[in-house]
Nanobody
Framework: QVQLVESGGGLVQAGGSLRLSCAAS????????RRWYRQAPGKQRERELV?????????NHADSVKGRFTISTDNAKNTVYLQMNSLKSEDTSVYYC???????????????WGQGTQVTVSS
């Protein structure tokens, strides 16, 4: 069984920084790509893609966070990070990590999601 466990959310003042972590554990054979999404308050059906990193290390960031957020991984720990600097009130959201993982137990690629972590930026 594969799990993604997030940590690092919280309350921060505008202009501050936070680092989110998402650790994958379980019967993992390979991870294809990893992403961070966010879902703002009142937007239950809209989940915004914030950043992505491929297995080759290629990264992409949404225009709304480019230059402020950075996605990275520690492959030895199966952990993906989202460093968030210069936070703004509009960054307030629940942040979810996602990974496309090949599991030893299922022998197939599946989508996995973290439980979500709240980031609140006060102005």
């Amino acid at each position: 069984q594969v799990q993604l466990v997030e940590s690092g959310g919280g309350l921060v003042q505008a202009g501050g920084s936070l680092r989110l972590s998402c650790a994958a554990s379980g019967s993992i054979r390979s991870i294809n790509f990893r992403r961070w999404y966010r879902q703002a308050p009142g937007k239950q059906r809209e989940r915004e893609l914030v950043a992505e990193i491929t297995s080759a290390g290629t990264t992409n960031h949404a225009d709304s966070v480019k230059g402020r957020f950075t996605i990275s991984t520690d492959n030895a720990k199966n952990t993906v990070y989202l460093q968030m600097n210069s936070l703004k009130s509009e960054d307030t959201s629940v942040y979810y990590c996602y990974a496309r993982i090949l599991s030893y137990s299922t022998a197939r690629w599946d989508d996995y999601w973290g439980q979500g972590t709240q980031v609140t930026v006060s102005s």
